[in-house]
């Protein structure tokens, strides 16, 4: 079974320019999160989807950052402009939740290693 | 901020030995997971602990959960050189706002061969 998918794996911007990331979870799997990790840091959720609709955006920077999650599968993170402080990792994670048979593992992509000149 | 706070911040022992990391928290918990990540990789899940369980064991691999003292350890035993990676907690808890899966910044251990 593949696991979660994320692309691309290195991205290198100048400040002020856009990027988008892309996550494809693991097949079946109705929750899917955003986190950015920093250098030394543990990861921080950005968003996360229950299917389409994003139960918890709380912690993602409105101003410059959004996400989508068509249909209910793959998504994608967008950062317009893009600041010096948003180089990190950004990591995709899903999970299956325990009404549909699944437990609270989160299954983590390799992450996107942005940086940001 | 993060509630999970992992102790030590790094950890160097030798092959064969034992290694325990620890991490805290601050609010009241559905459960408490951790998390290994090998350098630049992702988070590869190790074990999860419900708040109404104490002990767990998977492999080498032993967690304790006191939920009085808000406190999780994780020990590994027998330790190998393939076991250095970071190791994080991470809880899921209902703070003001709703469901959050918050981790903690993580216990840095090297296994020297």
């Known amino acids: 079974e593949a696991g979660v998918v994320q692309s691309p794996r290195y991205k290198i911007i100048e400040k002020k320019q856009p990027v988008a990331f892309w996550c494809n979870p693991i097949s079946g799997h109705n929750t899917l999160y955003w986190y950015r990790q920093n250098l030394g840091q543990g990861p921080e959720l950005l968003i996360r989807?229950?299917?389409?609709?994003?139960?918890?955006d709380s912690q993602l920077p409105k101003d410059r950052f959004s996400a989508e999650r068509l249909k209910g599968v793959d998504s994608t993170l967008k950062i317009q402009p893009a600041e010096l402080g948003d180089s990190a990792v950004y990591l995709c994670?899903?999970?299956?939740?325990?009404?549909?048979?699944?437990?609270?593992?989160?299954?983590f992509g390799p992450g996107t290693r942005l940086t940001v000149l | 901020s993060q509630q999970g706070e992992e102790d030590p911040q790094a950890l160097s022992i030798q092959e064969g030995e034992n290694a325990t990391m620890n991490c805290s928290y601050k609010?009241?918990?559905?459960?408490l997971q951790w998390y290994r990540q090998n350098s630049g990789r992702g988070l590869v899940h190790l074990i999860l602990?419900?708040?109404?369980?104490r002990e767990k064991h998977s492999g080498r691999l032993r967690v304790t959960l006191d939920t009085s003292k808000k406190s999780s350890s994780l020990l590994i035993t027998a330790s190998r050189a393939a076991d250095t990676a970071s190791y994080f907690c991470?809880?899921?808890?209902?703070?003001?706002?709703?469901?959050?899966?918050?981790f903690g910044a993580g216990t840095r251990l090297f296994v020297k061969a």
């Open positions: 994670a899903s999970s299956l939740d325990v009404e549909r048979g699944g437990t609270d593992t989160q299954y």
């Open positions: 989807y229950e299917n389409e609709e994003a139960v918890d």
């Open positions: 602990i419900r708040s109404n369980e």
């Open positions: 991470a809880t899921d808890a209902f703070p003001a706002g709703g469901f959050k899966t918050i």
């Open positions: 609010t009241s918990i559905n459960n």
